[in-house]
């Protein structure tokens, strides 16, 4: 399991719910190399679920890595945020297959 260090959450209100946005640097943390990349993102599920393989609730998004964002950022939509929770900082957990984004204390 790899995981990014706490990124802030930046919310645009352009991306639509299906899409996240980070650095590069974060999605080398995560063991992704290529600009895009189509992946589930676990939501409404418990962080004990998703460690023991849970995906029946997970939706497919995809995932940009972009030169311009800014480091140690995540770029949500504003609805994908509002199902995250609304958090300031979030840590991104990849297990090669799905996502899970869990909130950190401010």
Not at 10 to 39: A, K, Y
Not at 86 to 98: H, I, S
């Amino acid at each position: 399991m790899k995981k990014t260090g706490s990124l802030k959450v930046s919310v645009s209100g352009t991306l639509d719910r299906e899409h996240l946005i980070m650095h590069p640097n974060e999605g080398f943390d995560l063991g992704l190399l290529r600009v895009e990349h189509t992946l589930k993102l676990c939501l409404d599920l418990k962080l004990e679920a998703y460690l023991k393989g849970d995906a029946s609730q997970a939706d497919f998004i995809r995932l940009a890595l972009k030169n311009d964002c800014p480091r140690d950022t995540l770029v949500v939509g504003t609805a994908l945020h509002h199902l995250l929770g609304e958090p300031a900082k979030v840590v991104v957990l990849f297990d090669g297959n799905r996502l899970y984004v869990q909130g950190q204390p401010s």
